[in-house]
């Protein structure tokens, strides 16, 4: 048995409730921890590293239960929202830190072998104040491997970065995962990290699981609006609000398509040669992207995000422009359903 | 024309160009309002430098018995600066990170010495130690007399003093991210490993500022010493010539209506005391001390 194994994790912390969450970690996995601000994700990270008591449930590591044990005795490495690094000791004094603690004779070695792998031998000296982002995020990896952790929790390693340093955070997590084989949980609101490090999600909602799943089942039928839009759907609908706006055009087409609870759609695209467009809406901004061209507009009231392939012939629409587009109704799924269970177009 | 900035007048806008400093009513407001606050400070200084003639100056230099009370002024204040840390370091700690029925009523019992007058602090002593009760001869019996000693004088100085202690010790623990703690937790640190490696060092800066205002608190009082030691008779850890500490010495030669000693002790021992909060001060702005820069002095 190795690994971490989550079993009917349950936490009640007056008047919110965290769980029952059931998760394994082998080695090697990574796990991101999906939902809105107050799901409880870091009220999970922060039980599974000790500082709030489960109520029932059990966390096993290599299948001893330390469910009760302190957090200092978990070998898990919780970096939370922040960081914290330690303001009053250098970069090597923080990486070298668990070391200390663990009066360890090889200390210095193993803190220079670490600056020099998270390229920080520079910075060695440097107070975390002095630090770029980047460079922190970088310490607090550094730091928590140090421990020797066998499990990272991680909560929103992406925060406060810019896109060049979560490209080289993203390289460093991946590495981690490879060489290391240390698990990972991620808490995070990037789709790009998630996506790009995680082999599994765990989706929270109000303190319950929503969803546990790889990526394809997340992204073949996300059960919420926030997991809709988290795995990339622009348009998503409420369904109540579609019938407030009565059964005229757009609205009464997609509630026609959607199923029970709402819907969610995406791909709005150029009509077919000839083919007259469905719809017509105001383009309210339009922004280029690698790829082509990102319109949003408003139709029949309904705001919608377009994306248009990139053509040198044709220019990209200006701001006010009333434009054409269909939908692809294969494209379009009800939340909560498989996307294939929708019946196809007219 | 409309825009955000009111009193537009037409025409072309004027050049743009660096505006030349100048004196504002604003500045001007500020720079007298300080002057007059400083100038409160430094006026009764000033009387007192000018009151004490040079050869009383030195007069006063020569006598040892004005050096005794100084020394006993600054070994009892010491004596009540350690207490301080060693009992107001923890309970700001439980004040900041504990919560306990009564709270209120002993944030209010921590903030009373600041309040009542100190007067009130050497008379309840007195009541407690005074020849005769029963506490009186339990510390006689056990060698540590308090009424007319060191040990009573240190009592009220921390009577008077912890409190700053305690309190600044509050604030700096509440102001340490508990995620820091977390972290360090996580790292494999033991409660009270993290509170060595991690909570104390962030907090050290502001408890330093309450020491420092403690000791000075201590250094100044008198109130409280009038009653439960005028004199200090040697006893225990204080073996030296009989003494007062110095604020009632200059106390006891201005009731004598020998201004011009009083004013030339003073002036010795305010140029010791600003020697001292300057030294600090400069320590501070060179990093030579262990906090490190910081606002640390009252």
New interface residues.
């Given amino acids: 048995m190795s690994g971490w194994e989550i079993e009917a994790l349950e936490s009640d912390l007056g008047g919110f409730r965290l769980g029952p969450v059931d998760l394994a970690l082998a080695p090697g996995t990574a796990v991101a921890v999906l939902g809105r601000s107050g799901a409880g994700k870091t009220t999970f990270l922060r039980t599974l590293a000790g500082f709030l008591a489960a109520d029932r449930g059990r966390i096993l590591r290599d299948g001893t239960d330390v469910t009760e044990w302190l957090p200092e005795r978990r070998c898990l490495g919780y970096v939370p929202q922040g960081l914290a690094l330690f303001p009053h000791r250098t970069v090597e004094r923080n990486v070298r830190y668990p070391l200390e603690l663990r009066e360890r004779p090889d200390a210095a070695g193993r803190t220079r072998e670490l600056l020099e792998r998270f390229s920080l031998s520079k910075l060695a000296d440097r107070r975390p104040s002095q630090l770029s982002g980047g460079e922190a995020q970088r310490v607090a990896l550094a730091r928590t491997l140090a421990a020797d952790p066998e499990l990272i929790l991680w909560d929103e390693p992406w925060q406060a970065l810019d896109v060049e340093a979560r490209y080289e955070l993203g390289l460093v997590l991946h590495e981690l995962r490879e060489t290391d084989r240390v698990p990972v949980v991620v808490v995070t609101h990037d789709p790009g990290l998630a996506f790009s490090l995680a082999d599994r999600f765990l989706l929270l909602q109000d303190g319950r699981v929503e969803l546990a799943s790889d990526a394809t089942a997340l992204l073949d039928a996300p059960p919420n609006a926030f997991a809709a839009r988290f795995v990339g759907f622009e348009n998503v609908f409420d369904r109540t609000r579609l019938e407030r706006r009565g059964a005229g055009g757009l609205a009464a087409w997609l509630l026609e398509r959607a199923g029970p609870e709402g819907v969610a759609f995406a791909a709005p695209g150029p009509s077919a040669e000839g083919v007259p467009w469905r719809w017509t809406g105001t383009v309210r901004s339009a922004r280029p992207t690698p790829d082509g061209v990102v319109v949003e507009m408003l139709a029949d009231g309904l705001p919608l995000v377009l994306r248009a392939p990139r053509s040198r012939t044709v220019p990209p629409p200006l701001v006010g422009a009333r434009i054409g587009f269909d939908i692809d109704p294969s494209a379009l799924c009800a939340l909560g359903a498989s996307r294939r269970s929708v019946p196809e177009g007219p | 024309m409309g825009g955000c900035a009111p009193h537009v007048t037409d025409g072309p806008p004027a050049p743009l160009r660096r505006r030349p400093p100048r004196l504002s009513l604003w500045t001007v407001l500020q720079g007298v309002l300080s002057a007059s606050l400083l100038l409160l400070f430094l006026l009764p200084i000033y009387a007192l430098f000018s009151e004490a003639p040079f050869p009383r100056v030195v007069a006063a230099l020569q006598n040892p018995q004005v050096w005794a009370s100084i020394w006993l002024t600054f070994y009892a204040s010491g004596i009540a600066l350690l207490a301080a840390a060693v009992f107001g370091i923890p309970l700001g700690y439980l004040l900041a990170r504990r919560s306990f029925r009564g709270r209120a009523v002993v944030e209010s019992l921590v903030a009373l010495p600041v309040v009542v007058p100190h007067l009130l602090v050497g008379f309840g002593l007195f009541l407690l130690f005074v020849p005769g009760t029963p506490l009186h001869h339990v510390t006689v019996a056990l060698g540590l007399p308090v009424y007319d000693t060191l040990l009573g004088v240190v009592l009220v100085l921390v009577f008077v003093s912890a409190p700053y202690t305690v309190l600044a010790s509050d604030l700096s623990f509440r102001a340490v991210?508990g995620?820091?703690i977390?972290?360090?937790?996580?790292?494999?640190?033991?409660g009270p490993?993290a509170f060595v490696?991690?909570t104390l060092?962030?907090a050290?800066r502001g408890i330093v500022a309450g020491l420092l205002l403690s000791w000075a608190r201590a250094v100044s009082e008198i109130g409280g010493l009038l009653i439960l030691a005028w004199v200090v008779y040697p006893s225990g850890l204080y073996s030296g010539p009989v003494s007062t500490t110095i604020s009632v010495y200059i106390y006891n030669l201005v009731q004598l209506g020998d201004l011009q000693d009083a004013a030339a002790v003073s002036s010795i021992f305010l140029l010791i005391a600003f020697g001292l909060f300057l030294a600090v001060r400069l320590g501070e702005r060179y990093g030579r001390l262990p906090w490190g820069r910081g606002e640390l002095l009252p």
């Fill in positions: 991210d995620r820091m977390e972290a360090a937790r996580s790292l494999g640190a033991g490993d490696t991690v060092p962030i050290l």
